[in-house]
């Protein structure tokens, strides 16, 4: 029996019949330069760490929120490395405020991505307490995870990618792990209280002020291909962190990231949204829309209407991002965790509130994608443009409407690879799965 959902109830009988296209199947090629050993790759990139660490040291290795397909078996690299050079590696979370901004919730979350003790080969110390180091003259204070400060050394992980709040040279990385992610809650709300625009001034100064604390030891740079696979593995020293060396990462992720293949599309349908996606839930880089009141909207691609379906199981609920959609179908509404979502954006700031509103809802999916194709402002629906993905990580495969087939033969990167179908849903008018 579905979830009563107060006012949204007196929608649950409204319904749309609008003519829907059919859908041509696109693979999307992209570079599919990869790292062949990841872990063997992890080991090369640590080696010049080897003269700084003695034996029987205590070294935090950080793992953050994100669904990144090599981070596993890269922390469980770093730890068998570390054991190997004589130290007593264990993961930390480094996930600001998600998982409910609870310890327990951030060690679920860590498992959903595929990092456990066991799988790891070592323990987890998690903790939503933290140590504040300084505070910044004019700026936020500057909280370090408990557990991390109490260890010797520290390693953090993460990739590096164009961020969803701002722009900058230094975006999403070893920088922001060490700032909001090892600063939990506190750390993360401090410096989101300035604004997605001075997440570009403040997060390097308090990274830099963790390392000049010397248990930084380096970060692992994961710079992955448009596949999520990872294409480069790389060792930033600690001086380099924050800097140029990090600030070129960011340029050659930013070459390699997938993104939608067309300029303007009327409508956008996503099958799932989530944390593990997108720290937004959805790639703001991929969906055009930034969202945040006084930050710059993006060139492309303009995209009328996008109706969102679900939100992944990893998010355990965290729906924030969902009001950079336009349209949601009831089965969503019902996975929400609110006060996971109200969190997260809260921590975030100005950042937030936008994208935490409930965008309109109807009864299913087929409501919901009739409604995005009726208020699109195209009449004409066999000139309507419609993209459907997975989701915004996984853009080699869409289906796109016939109305874009010209754009499809005229793009060396994009292949059509069966016949068009229609879109189809089951009797309770969920769209049907991808074939």
């Keep these: 029996m579905s979830t009563h959902l107060g006012p949204f109830e007196a929608v649950r009988n409204l319904t749309y019949d609008v003519p829907f296209p059919r859908l041509l199947p696109v693979r999307q090629r992209f570079d599919p330069a990869q790292v062949a050993d990841v872990a063997a790759a992890t080991a090369q990139a640590l080696e010049p760490l080897r003269a700084r660490i003695r034996a029987g040291m205590t070294v935090a290795i950080t793992a953050g929120s994100r669904g990144i397909h090599d ?60 140590v504040e180091i300084d505070r910044l003259p004019d700026g936020p204070a500057v909280h370090l995870d408990a557990n991390a400060a109490k260890a010797d050394g520290i390693l953090a992980i993460n990739r590096v990618k164009a961020h969803t709040d701002f722009q900058g040279d230094i975006e999403s990385g070893i920088t922001k792990i060490i700032a909001i992610g090892l600063g939990k ?34 970060g692992i740079a994961i710079v992955e291909n448009a596949y999520d696979r990872a294409a480069r593995i790389e060792l930033l020293d600690a001086p380099d962190i924050a800097g140029p060396a990090e600030a070129a990462l960011l340029v050659d992720s930013k070459r390699r990231m997938a993104r939608l293949p067309f300029d303007d599309i009327d409508v956008a349908v996503i099958d799932e949204m989530g944390k593990n996606y997108s720290g937004a839930g959805m790639d703001t880089n991929v969906i055009g829309r930034m969202m945040i009141r006084g930050s710059a909207e993006f060139e492309r691609p303009r995209i009328r209407n996008i ?16 009001g950079l959609a336009d349209f949601v179908p009831f089965r969503l509404l019902e996975r929400i965790d609110l006060r996971s979502v109200y969190i997260n954006a809260m921590t975030s700031g100005l950042g937030g509130p936008q994208r935490a509103q409930i ?16 208020t699109c402002g195209r009449a004409d629906v066999s000139a309507l443009t419609l993209v459907r993905m997975r989701n915004t990580l996984d853009l080699e495969h869409l289906l796109v409407s016939e109305s874009l087939r010209p754009a ?18 089951d009797e309770e008018g969920r769209l049907q799965p991808w074939q």
Excluded: C
Aim: hydrophobic share 50%; aromatic share 4%.
């Design 71 to 130: 981070k596993p078996a890269v922390v469980r690299a770093a730890g068998e490395w570390l054991r190997a050079a004589g130290a007593e590696p264990f993961v930390v979370p480094a996930m600001g405020s998600h998982g409910g901004a609870t310890a327990e919730g951030q060690v679920e979350l860590l498992a959903d991505l595929g990092i456990t003790e066991e799988s790891v080969g070592m323990p987890i110390r998690a903790t939503m307490e933290t």
């Design 359 to 374: 965008p309109m809802a109807f009864a299913t999916d087929r409501d919901t994608i009739a409604a995005a194709v009726a």
């Design 307 to 322: 109706a969102v379906l679900d939100v992944s199981d990893a998010s355990h609920g965290n729906a924030v991002g969902l």
């Design 408 to 425: 499809v033969d005229a793009h060396r990167d994009l292949e059509i690879t069966g016949d068009a179908v229609p879109m189809a849903f």
């Design 185 to 218: 809650q506190r750390g993360a709300e401090g410096i989101h209280r300035f604004g997605p625009a001075n997440l570009a001034v403040w997060l390097p100064p308090v990274a830099r002020r963790i390392v000049d604390t010397g248990k930084v030891l380096g």
